[in-house]
């Protein structure tokens, strides 16, 4: 009698499910304001020393003027001008105001712990 062969399947290699490489050095942030008032150009000024401070060549800024658009602050749920969002890196995080108290901008984008 001849013995039976069980035909056994060669497995293939399992690849790897895409991963997203997320840059937690690249910082993505959004300034939300309501035309060139003074307050929303101080909040400009102060953001864009910040950033040059603490963030040298890691970051974008992008300002969202409402009364050009004033739909765009839905998608963030803005509720007050001005209004930092930074949206990278996560989670989002938000300030509202003309970021003119650098201690609490950099404890509020979680570049500083807080004290």
Known sequence: MKEAKTRVP?????????QVVVNREFWELRLYVAGQTPK????FANL????????????????????????????????????????????IRKIIGDLSNTERVLVG???RPLA
């Open 48 to 91: 864009k020393t910040l950033c040059e401070e603490h963030l040298a060549g890691k970051y974008t800024i992008e300002v969202i003027d409402l009364l050009v658009n004033p739909k765009l602050a839905r998608g963030d749920q803005i509720i007050a001008i001005p209004t930092l969002v930074r949206k990278l890196p996560e989670p």
């Open 109 to 111: 984008l979680d570049l």
């Open 10 to 18: 060669k497995k293939r290699p399992v690849k790897p499910a895409r």
């Open 40 to 43: 929303s150009m101080a909040a």
